[in-house]
């Protein structure tokens, strides 16, 4: 996901940046309007985070908006005391807001919540992996079973996607580490089993269902689909 960050406040533009730091975000810092909406026309953004603009850039930014397909949405940080300053943004569907002072939690969760739903329409086909009833989008970093979104956390989301490209073949637990945990090579086992677990027990990877999930005695995992049932119902 590409992260447009349009903060005159270069403290808070950085610390912005730090919160959605992650292997699956690619974020792009602007120091004007123009230029971020220059990217935006170049196709080079997903989702917009800007700090409350003035009332000649709300028609402009607003304009763009409408004008981009697929819709790339816009999630505003401001100070309660403009909230009704403007209203021409507030009332677009692709516009959220968030007020100040900030939270790391607050501002990561609406900007999921933003590219979730709106990433239909920019998805391509080579996103999407269908494993039976599982469907992987990897442009959004979501999974839903039979349709409805199952809430994963990214590491989460990359450790489901390996153990189904990998379907039936026992995955070390070095492999393992290095495919999802790349960056921290003294991820401790007990905390990788804790992953595996959540994995386990959000996608429903049971017996019941089909699929077992389950540990190779001294080496990893494997997830397997049990003979007889086909794709997962």
């Known amino acids: 996901m590409r992260i447009a960050i349009l903060d005159n406040d270069a403290a808070q533009a950085e610390q912005m940046s730090l919160w ?22 170049k196709g080079e953004i997903d989702v917009m985070v ?10 402009r930014i607003k304009d763009a908006i409408d004008q981009r397909s697929p ?17 021409v943004l507030l009332n677009h569907p692709a516009v959220d807001y968030l007020l100040k002072p900030l939270r790391q939690a607050d501002l990561v969760t609406r900007v999921s919540v933003l590219k979730k739903r709106f990433h239909a329409a920019s998805a391509k086909p080579e996103d999407c992996h269908a494993f039976g009833s599982y469907l992987f989008d990897t442009h959004a970093g979501q999974v839903s079973l039979n349709g409805e979104v199952i809430r994963m956390t990214e590491k989460e989301f990359r450790l489901a996607l390996l153990f189904f490209r990998h379907m039936d ?10 495919s999802v945990w790349p960056e921290n090579a003294e991820f401790s086992s007990r905390s990788m ?3 595996v677990s959540r994995v386990r027990t959000k996608l429903g990877l049971q017996p019941a269902r089909g699929f077992r999930l389950a540990p190779v005695y001294s080496y990893g995992y494997r ?3 049990i003979k007889g049932w086909g794709d997962a119902e």
């Not at 792009?28 to 971020?36: G, K, N, Q, T, V």
């Not at 800007?50 to 028609?59: E, K, M, N, R, S």
């Open 71 to 87: 819709i790339v949405p816009l999630l505003l940080v401001t100070e309660r005391a403009k909230v009704d300053a403007q209203t």
């Open 193 to 195: 089993d804790t992953h």
């Open 223 to 225: 997830l397997e689909q």
């Open 169 to 178: 073949k026992p995955l070390s637990r070095a492999f393992i580490l290095e």
């Open 20 to 41: 959605l730091s992650s292997p699956m975000t690619e974020l792009h810092r602007f120091d004007s309007l123009e230029a971020m909406l220059q990217g935006l026309r």
């Open 50 to 59: 800007v700090h409350w603009p003035t009332a000649t850039d709300v028609q």
